[in-house]
């Protein structure tokens, strides 16, 4: 069975700092996507950053940047330059397969607090 | 595109009453998701339509719990005879289609608080 783990509940970060979120998976699947979501208080969760499994290059967006290890299984999250709107809490999210329906299993979140 | 929109926001009820939420996706999407999230934990996924067929439900779906999608647009979900354990949060999202690739956008969620 497919799980995700994020071993960090809580995480924080001053502001203008780096930040790494820690995930790890299991699949057996040898080509898949990975996600980042985020979750902002009271409000609806949007996509952050999307890996793809076979791209060995690191997905970047912005200031939001992975560091993936296939091998290891292991799909972290690095925030940099950390702002006030970057709290909120984060999941990292792996999709079933697509012929069997395409939903996300989720992580239990870290919740980020980034201090002034 | 004004994104996945739900209602009501919020949702308290006494145990036994019954519940309807609804989600409507965004409009060209034609695979909608159903997820519950309870407090600390991430979501679980619920159930799912491609169009209007109902293609699965999880475990978590009990023979309380109903989902339709007429027409392949807007989608409800029904609660019967609420449980205190139904208390969560529970999200739609949709997709394009059923590719691995493919985001899932999702609405703010129906929070539902059982007394």
């Known amino acids: 069975a497919q799980t995700v783990t994020q071993s960090q509940p809580e995480m924080s970060v001053q502001e203008a700092e780096t930040v790494t979120l820690s995930c790890t998976y299991d699949t057996s699947e040898s080509d898949y996507y990975l996600f980042w979501y985020k979750q902002p208080p009271s409000r609806q969760m949007i996509l952050v950053i999307r890996q793809e499994a076979y791209k060995q290059q690191n997905a970047t967006e912005n200031r939001f940047s992975v560091n993936f290890q296939k091998a290891a299984k292991s799909f972290s999250l690095k925030i940099s330059d950390s702002q006030l709107g970057d709290a909120a809490m984060y999941f990292c999210a792996y999709p079933r397969a697509p012929n069997t329906g395409n939903q996300f299993y989720f992580g239990t979140g870290t919740s980020l607090t980034v201090i002034p | 595109d004004t994104g996945v929109s739900q209602d009501p926001r919020h949702k308290i009820t006494k145990r036994g009453q019954n519940v309807t939420f609804r989600c409507d996706p965004i409009s060209e999407h034609n695979r909608l998701y159903w997820y519950r999230q309870t407090l600390g934990q991430g979501p679980e996924f619920l159930t799912y339509f491609q169009n209007e067929a109902q293609l699965e439900k999880s475990r978590l779906l009990s023979d309380r719990f109903s989902a339709e999608r007429p027409k392949g647009s807007f989608s409800t979900l029904e609660i019967q005879r609420t449980e205190q354990g139904d208390s969560a949060m529970y999200l739609c999202?949709?997709?394009?289609?059923?590719?691995?690739?493919?985001?899932?956008?999702f609405g703010a969620g129906t929070r539902l608080s059982v007394l």
């Open positions: 999202a949709s997709s394009p289609s059923g590719f691995a690739k493919n985001i899932q956008y």
